[in-house]
């Protein structure tokens, strides 16, 4: 998505936009992972592969937590 040009508004600002326009874009490209996926691992390891090939990120992994050290 390109934003029209406004001489008022700053183009960091438009930038910083876009890029969280990409942003929800490539998250809420996903869902349909989320809902489709056979398996936990199959769901994390197709969303990390594409999060990385968005573009939008250098690095995808996902952390969970020992629930021994759970409060």
Do not use: K, N, Y
């Amino acid at each position: 998505m390109t934003l029209p040009s406004h001489p008022a508004v700053d183009s960091p600002l438009i930038e910083q936009l876009e890029r969280q326009h990409a942003l929800l874009q490539s998250l809420l490209g996903q869902i349909g992972v989320l809902i489709s996926a056979t398996d936990e691992q199959e769901m994390l390891a197709v969303v990390c592969t594409q999060l990385l090939a968005s573009g939008l990120f250098i690095h995808a992994w996902v952390g969970q937590t020992d629930p021994e050290l759970a409060p």
